[in-house]
């Protein structure tokens, strides 16, 4: 079993940049692919990134590719996802989700074994 705590979420202007955190409970982090998705209302969630350090590769989404960087620190069973110059578009509630190490279908929700609360992230025009 893991849980997964976000944090860092906020009010933001266009343009500016944020860092969202997701600490990891248990002792075996450095074995899950941890990815990033959001869901913005009325629509479904979709995926942001994710990196798979057993393969150690990290693979994000057209729309935010170059604007965002996904990065882990297994010491300290964090994942981060840094997000600049960002859009009004990107407004959403962001999750974090932990799935077998070499997941495959990594843009596919359903391939993730748990989940964060997630923090909402809203941006300003």
């Known amino acids: 079993q893991v849980q997964l705590v976000e944090s860092g979420g906020g009010l933001v202007q266009a343009g500016d940049s944020l860092r969202l955190s997701c600490a990891a409970s248990?002792?075996?982090?450095?074995?899950?692919?941890m990815g990033w998705f959001r869901q913005a209302p009325g629509k479904e969630r979709e995926f942001v990134a994710v990196?798979?350090?057993?393969?150690?590769?990290?693979y994000y989404a057209d729309s935010v590719k170059g604007r965002f960087t996904v990065s882990r620190d297994n010491a300290k069973n964090t994942v981060y996802l840094q997000m600049n110059s960002l859009k009004a578009e990107d407004t959403a509630v962001y999750y974090c989700?932990?799935?077998?190490?070499?997941?495959?279908?990594?843009?596919?929700?359903?391939?993730?074994?748990?989940w964060g609360q997630g923090t909402q992230v809203t941006v300003s025009s």
């Open positions: 248990g002792r075996t982090f450095s074995s899950y692919a």
């Open positions: 989700a932990a799935g077998p190490y070499g997941v495959t279908a990594y843009r596919d929700p359903k391939a993730y074994l748990y």
């Open positions: 990196n798979r350090w057993s393969a150690g590769d990290t």
